[in-house]
């Protein structure tokens, strides 16, 4: 492991020395998270404190405007941990960037690719242990709407490991004060290779259609919005019978921000979700586990401490409420970024 992150910045001293009429750039990023979370009593999730920093050194190579190569790796260090490096993640990705499009192929950052994603779709701990996007991502957008299509590989068919994937679409558009969001995924679950005759394909399709009204321009607010709109789903084990569910359900929201103090506020009702979580549990199911219930409140209450271009930090108590209790955390996430150029 030492020997790689020698190699790695042994590359950075000599590349320059091997690059005419491109733009080299040195890139470091820090991504510091502690999530305690206080479930102890719910029966849909456990208990416990997520907290680490991630570490991400990289160097990108860029011409013509448009196109660049990244590479590096990212170091997880969990806070309290004896190992130093608790995990490494490669990064390592094409981009292509345009005022109007954005395209990458290979490993690369989850962080801001899919920010637009609200927490239904993905549990607290992929954005803390799996950092990267490993597939493609393109999207096309303009001041008041965008869409984007990805595909991230999460499981190398063996053996002993099932085959798995997420192929994703989502989009947002905007008129006036109004707006029409779609967020959705399907993750697939496939066998092993050879084929393991105890296993079925399985299929989860989690989908989110939703209108609102941002009326935020026409107050001294930061942010006011309000939104509701339909969550759906489609689950199936794949030559079994009983086994295809869609459940549905109805879900509002609304957020409010002044002077980076925050309340977001999300209610879901309608039909218990992960119906094959049981047989499958988490090797399927990649969402808020409280979906499982037919009805969820969370109450995010927050500080935007530091935000700019550079550094965003957020302080958080988020309140959930579901099987008729109330659930606390508490939760500290810091960001930031700098880049370097190193020659031109």
Known sequence: MVRSIRVFFLL??????SLYGQVLKGELGLNYFFDNTEFSSSTLTIDQTMKGVHLIPALAVEWDKNNSLHGGADLLNISGSQKTIEKIDLVAYYQYQSQKTLFRAGSFPRQNILSNYSDFFFKDSIRYFRP??????????????????WLDWTGHQTATERESFFIGAS????????????QSYMFHYANTSPRNSEFHVCDNLLAHLSAGIDITSITHLDTLIFAAG?????????????MTFTPSGL??????????FGISNTLYWGDARMRLYDKHGWNLYWSNPFLRSDSYFESKWYWNMLKSNRINGKLAMEFHVSEGKVFFEQLFTLSASVDKLLKK
């Open 251 to 260: 879900v509002v929201r609304n957020e409010i921000e002044y002077r980076k």
């Open 171 to 182: 989009a947002n558009k905007r008129h006036h004060l109004f707006f029409a969001d779609f």
């Open 230 to 242: 339909i969550l759906q789903s489609f689950e199936r084990e794949r030559g079994v019978d009983n």
């Open 12 to 17: 950075g001293l000599f590349l320059p020395f």
């Open 132 to 149: 990267n996007l490993q597939g493609l991502f393109w999207q096309v957008a303009n001041p008041t709407s965008f869409f984007n299509l």
